[in-house]
């Protein structure tokens, strides 16, 4: 690229989709650490654990017990951050001091715990494309089923592949956040295949830039942001980890952690309903391409928190139109399998920095983590 | 208070400072946890370790040889995230979608390592106010060392403690973070006391989105932002953690970490140089006063990221005259000394979340945790 000086300079990226800027550093990674190891994960983990809260026939933390699913299984987290009755709350609306600098509002709203599989001791990364449809299919129907009636997406119709056993939410939600926590590093506390899915009555504050951004790009050049950033990278080919007809697989210009990526799709989808079948099975490639590839970078399995950013349960039309679906991974490991990233002082109070280049750890996610699972040939 | 309701509702509260929103879930404690550990951190630590690159007279990684020094000692940081000169960059100024979705300029600065003390066994929690203080002499010396000259705190004479060798930086910068990572599960890879200056050339992001708030407020209201919340903290007295003559100790009403807290000066003061020399002690004697009640919390030595914020070393008057000095402490610990919190998945992809309320945090701070340093009657 013509910005290999980039390479070798301390410089400051600038992130389009949420309006902020991070600091690179790339000469950075040769200082020796001396610092806190992770706990390489274990990897021979039953295929079935007697204690695991989310095994199938188990009994949970709460009382209830668990079906003896064999599809992914969705069920009301025991421990919701958000529920959907609470005490009512309406702060006073004086107009002293306290009002001005002490706000809160309530929110409502329900969360769920979602399995991947049945198999205790699988992840993404050691399932198909075939096997991770399933998980995406799932994702559509539960936000289907969310979609507030006057949200254009509701009209979409949605293949039911499974009846799902919840009921309908009792208010409007407003935002689905779609996340899975994968890693003791990364605060999760079942190593059973699983994500979950948070709906609050309010926009949340990520999601609410980005879709600020988004709709001024799309206001001043009458295109998706998304759509024209793929055509850059691809034209560019200097971030693309990996691609098919449907998504593109990059570690953004903008990334904070050492090995982001984001799954992108080429053409404007504003949300998973968007999506044909094939789509699906297009993304749940692209899915498990970067779960695979990380899995392969240090040989361990991979730590991360991945999300779905797409278009709002409920939202002006101009939210809704300027909604480009997209899926973020956010890993915190640098240099090895027990060498991670910190996003500490300087990170909280002044800036994200990084260490490695974008470009620098595409060409390894690219390079030299296709192939299969290393796993696999231990 | 008559918000009592919210020790028991999930809501959101408003951050002024940064103009943000964080998702409180106070009934979430309950969760059992069964993730990560943290390995508390070894308090059988010499006095002098001979292969510590920050002890006097030591050698370090790249050859110098730190002097046998007795005060608070600052180098330029052998590792350093941005410097003073480096290779040209000039972004091409085309009108193609690639300038303006790849968008990066060049930081040039210069990174410092101050130590807090020639002991390699203590940190700041420790140490006496007075102690301290020449910590806080030191932090002011370096900062009116790098004032632009066209700002009128550089008109401010400081008291010079100490001859600092320092050459004046070679280009005019505009930003200079303080701050100190402590502890193993925050990223610092060296126990010994010390903490961190990075001044570049360009304002980072989470001083840039406080100037913004400081300057609005002060343009609608006439007076500082954070004089009017140490005001209304005062009066409801349900935050506070401990105060002296300058300075109020407050968990803030937005606090994102379990335990953070905020060292706010009482009256308007832009940066360290407006501080009297009795300030300083007062700002010594509060900073000890949190490492200690930190340590004293779950009787370990308490891990988190602290940071200044202050007036830029260069910008426009408005911008100095809002400023207002405070300190940041995020740490992340949340229920003993080997439980943190994460803020990972939906704090990453959505809003930061925590679990007990900022006002039960301050109430154990502030009335169980005052009185010696525990390690004292170990
Ligand atoms: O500079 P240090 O102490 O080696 O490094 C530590 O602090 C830096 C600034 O917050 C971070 O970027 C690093 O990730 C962290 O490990
Ligand atoms: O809900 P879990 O998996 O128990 O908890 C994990 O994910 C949550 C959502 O990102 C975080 O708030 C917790 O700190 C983390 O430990």
């Given at each position: 690229?013509?910005?290999?000086?980039?390479?070798?300079?301390?410089?400051?990226?600038?992130?389009?989709?949420?309006?902020?800027?991070?600091?690179?550093?790339?000469?950075?990674?040769?200082?020796?650490?001396?610092?806190?190891?992770?706990?390489?994960?274990?990897?021979?983990?039953?295929?079935?654990?007697?204690?695991?809260?989310?095994?199938?026939?188990?009994?949970?933390?709460?009382?209830?017990?668990?079906?003896?699913?064999?599809?992914?299984?969705?069920?009301?987290?025991?421990?919701?951050?958000?529920?959907?009755?609470?005490?009512?709350?309406?702060?006073?609306?004086?107009?002293?001091?306290?009002?001005?600098?002490?706000?809160?509002?309530?929110?409502?709203?329900?969360?769920?715990?979602?399995?991947?599989?049945?198999?205790?001791?699988?992840?993404?990364?050691?399932?198909?494309?075939?096997?991770?449809?399933?998980?995406?299919?799932?994702?559509?129907?539960?936000?289907?089923?969310?979609?507030?009636?006057?949200?254009?997406?509701?009209?979409?119709?949605?293949?039911?592949?499974?009846?799902?056993?919840?009921?309908?939410?009792?208010?409007?939600?407003?935002?689905?956040?779609?996340?899975?926590?994968?890693?003791?590093?990364?605060?999760?506390?079942?190593?059973?295949?699983?994500?979950?899915?948070?709906?609050?009555?309010?926009?949340?504050?990520?999601?609410?830039?980005?879709?600020?951004?988004?709709?001024?790009?799309?206001?001043?050049?009458?295109?998706?942001?998304?759509?024209?950033?793929?055509?850059?990278?691809?034209?560019?080919?200097?971030?693309?980890v990996f691609?098919?007809?449907?998504?593109?697989?990059?570690?953004?210009?903008?990334?904070?952690?050492?090995?982001?990526?984001?799954?992108?799709?080429?053409?404007?989808?504003?949300?998973?309903?968007?999506?044909?079948?094939?789509?699906?099975?297009?993304?749940?490639?692209?899915?498990?391409e970067?779960?695979r590839r990380?899995?392969n970078?240090?040989?361990?399995?991979?730590?991360?928190?991945?999300?779905?950013?797409?278009?709002?349960?409920?939202?002006?039309?101009?939210?809704?139109?300027?909604?480009?679906?997209?899926?973020?991974?956010?890993?915190?490991?640098?240099?090895?399998?027990?060498?991670?990233?910190?996003?500490?002082?300087?990170?909280?109070?002044?800036?994200?920095?990084?260490?490695?280049?974008?470009?620098?750890?595409?060409?390894?996610l690219r390079d030299d983590c296709g192939g299969e699972?290393?796993?696999?040939?231990?």
């Amino acid at each position: 690229m013509p910005e290999a000086i980039l390479n070798d300079i301390s410089h400051r990226r600038y992130n389009p989709l949420r309006g902020s800027w991070l600091l690179v550093s790339p000469h950075r990674t040769k200082r020796p650490w001396q610092g806190q190891q992770e706990s390489p994960s274990k990897i021979t983990l039953p295929e079935y654990d007697p204690a695991c809260y989310l095994c199938p026939g188990n009994k949970r933390a709460q009382g209830d017990t668990n079906p003896k699913y064999v599809e992914p299984f969705v069920f009301v987290n025991d421990y919701s951050a958000v529920k959907e009755s609470q005490a009512e709350y309406k702060p006073e609306a004086s107009k002293d001091l306290s009002s001005l600098l002490l706000r809160a509002d309530p929110v409502t709203g329900r969360c769920y715990v979602i399995t991947f599989s049945p198999s205790h001791n699988l992840t993404l990364a050691d399932l198909t494309p075939a096997q991770i449809l399933p998980v995406v299919q799932m994702w559509t129907q539960i936000y289907a089923a969310h979609l507030s009636p006057s949200n254009p997406l509701s009209k979409i119709e949605v293949k039911e592949t499974q009846k799902l056993p919840l009921s309908p939410p009792s208010s409007q939600l407003r935002w689905m956040q779609i996340f899975e926590n994968k890693g003791a590093a990364m605060g999760c506390s079942n190593p059973h295949p699983h994500g979950q899915i948070w709906t609050t009555t309010g926009l949340p504050e990520e999601p609410a830039e980005e879709l600020i951004q988004l709709q001024k790009y799309r206001k001043e050049n009458g295109r998706s942001l998304l759509a024209d950033y793929v055509k850059v990278e691809m034209e560019k080919e200097e971030r693309i980890v990996f691609q098919n007809k449907g998504f593109l697989v990059v570690v953004p210009w903008w990334a904070t952690w050492p090995f982001e990526v984001m799954i992108i799709s080429k053409e404007h989808r504003r949300a998973l309903v968007d999506f044909s079948e094939e789509e699906k099975l297009g993304f749940a490639e692209a899915v498990a391409e970067v779960t695979r590839r990380y899995d392969n970078l240090f040989e361990t399995s991979f730590p991360y928190s991945s999300g779905i950013h797409q278009a709002p349960l409920e939202g002006t039309e101009e939210e809704i139109e300027s909604s480009h679906f997209h899926m973020h991974f956010y890993p915190p490991l640098l240099r090895s399998a027990t060498v991670r990233k910190f996003l500490v002082g300087y990170e909280l109070m002044a800036e994200p920095q990084r260490d490695i280049t974008p470009e620098q750890a595409a060409k390894r996610l690219r390079d030299d983590c296709g192939g299969e699972l290393y796993r696999k040939h231990l």
